[in-house]
């Protein structure tokens, strides 16, 4: 019974270490964000602000155009998840309950297409999308995204369909239903989970994206929020509080879908990647 | 035979949209890597054979830049997995309000690289950084690092905030093949009188063993193809002192406007993976491994 105690005693120091190590980067970085330019460059360090100040998160949309920035990261993120979820919905599908001969040969050929690098390709993009003609627009990155998205979220969309007993849909095609019909009124309504796993997802990723986002956009009214971050930082002399208040704008989408959606995109995950 | 249409059609956008968005540029990355396409050069690009190459690898810190890059992988890889691993058995057995934790503990995974990178260069600046100040204040050190600008620190630096990073993915993925281990297994092993180390290294390890050489493989190929973070604290600086591969394929495009060099840092690097890939797979696959 004693060493019983002694264990969970043990495991919940852990825990909360692993916690406060977690959590306390975001502390930090809300924290500056509302520090008053005097007490950021101030000793002792402070732990909590007695006047929080809205100063840095003004000076972020008065000096650059944060707001456009984050306007665009919204139209280029939602677009490109829907595509390749929508995408992904269909192929995921075939490779879950679709019975061919290149079935594991198409799942080995998307599991490749993840490994290569983003930016061994952003050159060669760069060119087609000028021959396109599509250069400094929202729609090349979208494009773009869409399809490093429909690559993954097609394998997390088979790990779902997979999870989906088939019965329920061969009682629905005996019952009088089409295969399309069953696959509309039936197995889509399951698979509503999945599916906004899959977006939310493909939102975070897209969200994030720098590197391509960076050579594909040159003026400012086209930004996303990575590079109005990035193009913060390049310029000289910015206080701690507004690149602060840029960093808490750019996690706060993905934080709130993350937490909304993170128990399903952690099975998703874990179911698209372990099995076939 | 109608059928086989149906399948061809549902797979049909996909396939096109990889194709196009991925698989092109590929192969015409891999092309460029041999021509003289840069900012300089737009018009007479002309086929120059290895030339690219035999720059790259005549460059006096290419040495420097793979022996980081070996670090840069192995440590993240290695600390990654061993946090996480303990944060997945930490969190096996359920608690109240684990679903709550589990949203804090894993969240550092949705936020992107580079922003990760720019609040811990925050974190760990050397004048105003809390990370200082908090060491101090344990009486662990007298004066502040330098975390950043010394380069003997800058690697250990940002490999910790990889770490830092990466130990959601790893803690997700074990942890939910912790769950699919039967208890019949360990009511045995109590029977036969075995502690919970040995419970640990002889059911639980053999038992996710395929998970864990999937996991270490996604990650290293990830983790090698990933300059975010160092991108937001360093760059590759100072003095080159964090400078990856992948680092200094982007600084060859941004900066040097070099495409076609750059575009043979990429092949490289993929050629490298490639390497990595077949090898791995081939030294596990008696471990049977599942895709």
Not at chain 2, 120 to 140: P, R
Not at chain 2, 168 to 191: C, K, N, R, W
Request: hydrophobic share 50%.
């Amino acid at each position: 019974m004693k060493k019983k105690t002694f264990k969970s005693i043990i495991r919940i120091i852990l825990l909360i270490i692993f916690f406060v190590f977690a959590i306390f980067p975001l502390y930090w970085i809300i924290l500056t964000s509302l520090k008053p330019t005097h007490e950021l460059y101030s000793f002792p360090i402070r732990y909590w602000t007695n006047n929080p100040s809205l100063y840095g998160y003004k000076k972020l949309f008065e000096f650059v155009n944060f707001q456009r920035y984050f306007l665009n990261s919204i139209i280029v993120s939602l677009s490109a998840s829907f595509v390749s979820t929508i995408f992904a919905m269909l192929s995921g599908y075939i490779l879950s309950r679709g019975e061919f001969k290149w079935k594991y040969p198409i799942i080995l050929f998307l599991f490749f297409s993840q490994m290569i690098p983003t930016y061994l390709i952003m050159v060669p993009q760069y060119t087609m999308f000028l021959k396109l003609n599509l250069i400094n627009k929202l729609a090349s990155l979208i494009i773009i995204y869409s399809g490093f998205g429909a690559a993954f979220s097609t394998i997390m969309a088979k790990g779902f369909f997979d999870r989906i007993p088939r019965s329920i849909e061969e009682a629905a095609l005996i019952d009088g239903c089409n295969e399309v019909q069953s696959l509309f009124k039936i197995t889509l309504p399951l698979m509503v989970p999945g599916l906004s796993a899959i977006l939310s997802f493909s939102f975070v990723n897209n969200w994030n994206e720098l590197f391509t986002a960076v050579m594909f956009l040159n003026t400012s009214d086209k930004y996303t929020v990575p590079v109005g971050l990035y193009s913060i930082v390049s310029k000289a002399g910015v206080q701690w509080n507004v690149l602060a208040a840029g960093i808490v704008i750019a996690l706060l989408p993905t934080i709130i879908v993350f937490a909304f959606a993170q128990k399903y995109i952690i099975s998703g995950l874990t179911q698209g990647s372990l099995k076939d | 035979m109608k059928k086989r249409k149906f399948i061809f059609f549902m797979l049909l956008p996909t396939f096109l949209l990889i194709l196009f968005i991925i698989f092109y540029p590929t192969i015409s990355g891999v092309l460029l890597s041999f021509k003289n396409y840069s900012l300089f050069n737009f018009k007479n690009i002309e086929w120059i054979g290895f030339d690219n190459f035999k720059e790259i690898f005549s460059d006096p810190f290419y040495g420097n830049i793979i022996w980081n890059t070996v670090k840069w992988v192995v440590f993240s890889v290695f600390f990654q997995l061993i946090l996480g691993f303990i944060l997945a058995l930490l969190m096996k057995e359920p608690f109240k309000g684990r679903g709550i934790y589990a949203g804090f503990v894993f969240y550092p995974w949705a936020i992107s690289g580079f922003a990760i990178g720019l609040s811990w260069s925050w974190l760990l600046n050397g004048q105003f950084g809390v990370i200082n100040d908090i060491l101090m204040k344990i009486g662990f050190i007298n004066e502040g690092i330098n975390f950043l600008s010394d380069p003997s620190l800058a690697m250990f630096s940002v490999i910790l905030v990889n770490v830092w990073y990466g130990i959601p993915f790893f803690a997700i993925m074990i942890l939910a093949s912790l769950q699919t281990v039967p208890d019949s297994l360990y009511d045995a092993a109590e029977i036969d009188g075995a502690g919970y180390f040995t419970k640990l290294f002889h059911i639980t390890i053999p038992y996710i063993k395929p998970t864990l050489i999937n996991t270490i493989l996604l990650r290293t190929i990830w983790i090698m193809n990933f300059p975010d973070i160092i991108y937001g604290m360093t760059r590759g600086g100072p003095a080159g002192s964090t400078e990856i591969l992948s680092v200094k394929m982007i600084n060859t495009v941004f900066y040097e406007s070099d495409y076609s060099k750059a575009a043979a840092h990429g092949v490289v690097i993929v050629s490298i993976l490639f390497i990595y890939t077949i090898m791995y797979l081939r030294l596990t696959s008696k471990q049977e491994f599942s895709l």
